[in-house]
């Protein structure tokens, strides 16, 4: 049974057409969904009761289920939810300040998860760790700002989708959830204020690049060679440096925002002065911004976080180059160690998750 959140109002117009219904019970459907907020049909008063019989029998309305909760108003919030088929994805809420780009600001962010597990086996990566198990449908992505927004009572305007799984490898569903999310009848939440966060996949950031909407672009890079890519990050044997960064001028060409490279930094991996050196060239080149993130220990993976004298060492190089960058150092606050942990921390003691002791601590996580 399909989520009603996986439709556009166009495609719900379609489909009550279908029923023979007028298009305009679409538009009082949508209204109920994104405007009053409910998904009970049997809340939707102003439809016929037949219309929600029919309904019910055709679409999936039940939310993302709450299965834990962490953090509080004035902190960031984890949540992990249940979807209709047990399988567990976390969905994480940022407090107004700091931004994600270190900006003073009323942003308030939510990291979106895309798909259950990840495919891509990054080193330092929590959700990697447990393998992919499935892509999420478009309407079990917008259903993550619905709920979360439910649950906190807060107003989301930021939207990074660097939570589990790789975004550009669910690329069709990420395009309809985006879609949604940004339409005026929707959750009308403006392209500039979505990120989509990349480990690399070149193709596809291409076809981003080639969408109407001005939509951000964050590439995991963690390594400013392929030596050391290559190392933490398997899709680099696919997608080589060179190719990405094309792909990456490429975007950048086709937008007036720059784009952004995250770059966790890992002792004795990649946080030499000749990385730093490299990374300022890469980030000039393609005119970009990077956040430096030193790593956060993961239980069970060998990675440790370099020093503070390392750390402003390989800063001092990157703004001695004159390259846009960011330090962000502040444990909790930090987009980059917020995703991907709860739910395996959950999946440790959760029956449906199989048992076992999994990573809890801190994991980085970065698209
Ligand atoms: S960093 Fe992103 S692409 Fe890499 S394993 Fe983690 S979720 Fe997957």
Partial sequence: MRSIKSLTLDELAGQFKALGEP???AKQVIEWLYLKRTGRFDEM???PAGLREKLSAEFNERPLEVVRKTGSKDTTQKFLFRLRDGQLVE???IPASPSLYGEVSDRRTICISSQVGC???CKFCASGLDGWKRNLDAGEIVDQLLRVEAESGERVNNIVFMGMGEPLANFDNLMRAIGIINAPWGTNIGARHITVSTSGLVPRIRDLADQPL????AISLHGATDEVRNRIMPVNRKYPLAELL???AYFRSRR???LTFEFILIEGVNDSLEQAAELARITKRTDAKVNVIPYNTVQGLPWVRPSEKVQDEFMAVL???GAVATLRREKGHDIAAACGQLRLQTLGNDPQGGGGEKPIADAPKLN
Avoid: F
């Avoid at 001005?214 to 672009?217: S, V």
């Fill in 23 to 25: 298009a305009y019970r």
């Fill in 45 to 47: 008063t102003n439809l």
């Fill in 91 to 93: 969905t994480v809420l």
């Fill in 119 to 121: 495919a891509y086996g």
């Fill in 214 to 217: 001005q939509i951000r672009l």
């Fill in 246 to 248: 094309d792909a990456c």
């Fill in 256 to 258: 007036k925002q720059k």
């Fill in 319 to 321: 703004r001695q180059a």
